[in-house]
Each structure stands twice: as structure tokens, then as C-alpha cells.
T-cell receptor, first 110, second 114 residues
Framework: QKEVEQDPGPLSVPEGAIVSLNCTYS??????FMWYRQYSRKGPELLMY????GNKEDGRFTAQVDKSSKYISLFIRDSQPSDSATYLC??????????FGQGTILTVHP | DGGITQSPKYLFRKEGQNVTLSCEQN?????MYWYRQDPGQGLRLIYY???????QKGDIAEGYSVSREKKESFPLTVTSAQKNPTAFYLC?????????????FGDGTRLSIL
């Protein structure tokens, strides 16, 4: 079993939809959680970084962490075609080990 | 502009050839990392360095080598011992190597076999 599981999709939604991207993890030592966005032929770009359970909002993006269930989510409101990309979750343990999910491919069509 | 620069963007390797991928950062970050990205497998850590003149193997170091002679630079050599080198290679850096700081990435080098 992988330490971090992420549904690879692909996920296709119409413009304006609310998108939910999810990761589960098995290692309770993960304390810090990130979401990256990666456009085709580009490097991952940090979107959200959080370390506590609960919600963190930044514009149209909301990151949610539930440490008791070992589950994190990224919500995108009012999705746009420019949001079409691969979304990677990533987690760091308290001793600095970083692990990525496989990435979810998202397409937002006009 | 502060950031991480990887070059070249595309690279082709012949059989038996070593090739070197460049990574330069002007973020004044202490730690630097090399990842390999294959379709459906996410990012896998090749090597990392927390300080100049020191580096450690990651999960898939076989067939690769690195050096860290300057804080700004962390080149990766893909040797002929790496039998399946075709992949997208990503360099990253972070402010502190052994803490919880997020990593920031360059735009990658795509390596292919001729």
C-alpha cells in the first residue's frame, strides 16, 4: 500500500463547476500538507500549504485537512478552463520526509 | 526574478552516453532536490542536498550522480548505468532541508533516448 493515495482521474468538469480533489494517507507522522498545480511540460507550482486540521481558503481554492481520517481535499470554486492541469498532493512528516501523490488530471471544458 | 532555472528544456541521450542536467536557483535556499516524474507514478526522489558539499541518495539514485559545489547549483548526471532514463526531470529547492518548508520547482528537463 502506498503511503499517499490519489485518484489519477482523469476528471472532466464544465466551466463554473465546483471541483473536489482528494488524497488519503496512511502515515500518521505526516504533519504538513500541500497542493501543487502542474501544467503540461511545466514544473509543479505550490498552491496551498497547511499544517492543521480544518480549512484554509485562498481565492477560489480551499484546502481541507482531516487528520483523524487521514484525508485531505482541495476544492476549486467557479472552475475555469485555465484550471485544467494536473493537481498533486504532497505531505511532509515532522522529520522532513516529503511524499507526493500520483496526481489527478483535471480538464475544465467551456 | 527569483526562481529555479533548469536547462536544457529537452535533451537526447545516445546509448552509453552520460548527460548532465543543470539546475540553478537564486532563492538563497539551502536545500536542493532532484526528482524523476513518469506518467502515473508521481514524483520520485533521486538525490537531495541540504548543504554545500553534501548530498544524500533518494529512493531511486542508481544510475545517477550529483555534485553540490555551490549553494546555487545542483547538477544531475544521468550515467550510462541508468537503463531507463527517459523521463521528465524536476529540480526543486527549499529554505531549510530538514524541516517542514515546502519545495519550489523549476520547469523541468525532458530526457529522451535516441
Amino acid at each position: 500500500q502506498k503511503e499517499v493515495e490519489q485518484d489519477p482521474g482523469p476528471l472532466s468538469v464544465p466551466e463554473g463547476a465546483i471541483v473536489s480533489l482528494n488524497c488519503t494517507y496512511s502515515n500518521s507522522a505526516f504533519q504538513y500538507f500541500m497542493w501543487y498545480r502542474q501544467y503540461s511540460r511545466k514544473g509543479p507550482e505550490l498552491l496551498m500549504y497547511t499544517y492543521s486540521s480544518g480549512n484554509k481558503e485562498d481565492g477560489r481554492f480551499t484546502a481541507q485537512v482531516d487528520k483523524s481520517s487521514k484525508y485531505i481535499s482541495l476544492f476549486i470554486r467557479d472552475s475555469q478552463p485555465s484550471d485544467s492541469a494536473t493537481y498533486l498532493c504532497a505531505m511532509i512528516t515532522s522529520y522532513g520526509k516529503l511524499t507526493f501523490g500520483q496526481g489527478t488530471i483535471l480538464t475544465v471544458h467551456p | 526574478d527569483g526562481g529555479i532555472t533548469q536547462s536544457p528544456k529537452y535533451l537526447f541521450r545516445k546509448e552509453g552516453q552520460n548527460v548532465t542536467l543543470s539546475c540553478e536557483q537564486n532563492l538563497n535556499h539551502d536545500a536542493m532536490y532532484w526528482y524523476r516524474q513518469d506518467p502515473g507514478q508521481g514524483l520520485r526522489l533521486i538525490y537531495y542536498s541540504q548543504i554545500v558539499n553534501d548530498f544524500q541518495k533518494g529512493d531511486i539514485a542508481e544510475g545517477y550522480s550529483v555534485s553540490r559545489e555551490k549553494k546555487e547549483s545542483f547538477p544531475l548526471t544521468v550515467t550510462s548505468a541508468q537503463k531507463n532514463p527517459t523521463a521528465f526531470y524536476l529540480c526543486a529547492s527549499s529554505n531549510e532541508g530538514s524541516s517542514n518548508q515546502p519545495q519550489h520547482f523549476g520547469d523541468g528537463t525532458r530526457l529522451s533516448i535516441l
